[in-house]
Structures are given as C-alpha cells and as structure tokens.
C-alpha cells in the first residue's frame, strides 16, 4: 500500500507581508519605500541628506539598507528579488539596482564616495560581494601617497553573476554577459560573452543567457 504524500503547509509557501523597520538619524533624509513587503525590509541611516528609494512592487525582500554617511542615494527599480546587504559607508557613496533584477545573496559595500550601478533584469546568485574600494590604504614608501584610490562598479543589463563571485573596484561588465561561479572580476568584461576564474578571463563570446531551461540540440524529452 503507498502511503500518500503530505503536502507542505500553505503557511511556508511565502513570506510574511510586513512593514519595513527604520532606524534614521539626521536630517533632511528622504525615504520613500513600499508600505508593506513579502519579506523583511531594514533600514538604517546615519547621517544628512541621504536618499533611498525601494519601487512599491518588490517581489520578494529579505533586504538590510545601511548609510553611514551624507548626500548617499540608494535606488532600486520595480519588480526585484532583493536578498542581501546595501551598504553605502562612506559621504557620497551611491548605488543604483535597475528593475526586474533578482539578487540572491548579495553585498555591495561602498566603503568610499562613488558609485556601483546594477543593470535591469540581472540575476544575481548567493554569496556575491562588489566593492568599491580596497578598504584599506596601499601607500608609497618613497612619496608617502596613497596609490589605491576606489573606481566605480558598473554592472550592465541581463548580466548572470553565479555563485561565489568577487566583483572588485573598477569593474565594468558588459550587458547579456556570464561570470561563473567564484570568479574574481578586477577589469572590463565585454558584452555578450562567459568569463570565468581568478582573475576571470573570457572563455565564450557570441552569447546571452535565458532564464529558463530551453531545449539544447539533441534533447530527446524535448518535444
């Protein structure tokens, strides 16, 4: 006799809705985030004239917004999947996350003033981190200067960053490309192509990626 299967419980089928929870300190700060999320929303501010905007349809949240600092922006477009950290730690740092966006896992640290910019419709995988800055001060033993000042972050459109990956300071990455799992991204990768490895190098040119698993030449479950 075949036992039946359970279904899971309907409760677990989705997060809570539940208002967003907001630490601000400062002056002249403006929010302006969805009443209420499928998810956990939190926010906390430490300075002056800071800017976040969330669009009210986020699909799902498991998001921590942090400002330390004056005159940051935060913005994210419509119909994301937000899971990670938003950190802005420095006056002057921005971060810009295009709609329709999923991020999995993600921590995008500005330690100093710049800018990091995520295209629309990217998906981002678990345990990946995007610096702007080394963090700390590489100096010149003869002239006693800095020599690793940070450099913006841009991410183009319907880029797929796998798991694991290490997005440094400088990186530019072309839309509809691939970065495979626990690359290391230092430099300019083109539009359209696979990169892989530490550093990451290209490995394909010539393709984009689909959300969905297509039929491949030779499939024979396809129809």
Known sequence: ????????????????????????VGDANTLALPAEVNGQLRVQVRGQRNRIVVADTPRTVNLRINVRGDDCSIVVGERCVLIGDLQCLASGAHIEVGAL???LGIR???????????????????????????????VDVATGLRINPP???????HVWIAQGTLILKGAQIGSDSIVGAHSV????????????????????TGVTWD???LPWPGDTAAP
Do not use: K, Y
Request: proline share 9%.
């Open 101 to 103: 966006t999923t991020m």
């Open 211 to 213: 959300r969905r698993l």
């Open 185 to 204: 991204v230092t430099g300019t990768v083109p539009s359209g192509c696979v990169v892989g490895g530490q550093p990451a190098r290209v490995l394909r």
């Open 1 to 24: 006799m075949t036992t039946p299967l359970t279904p899971p419980p309907t409760s677990a089928a989705r997060p809570a809705f539940t208002r967003p929870v907001l630490d601000v």
């Open 108 to 138: 995008l640290l500005l330690h100093e003033a710049g800018r990091v910019q995520v295209g629309r419709d990217c998906m981002v995988s678990s345990d990946v981190t995007v610096h702007n800055s080394d963090v700390h001060s590489i």
């Open 151 to 157: 450099a913006d972050v841009r991410i183009g459109d």
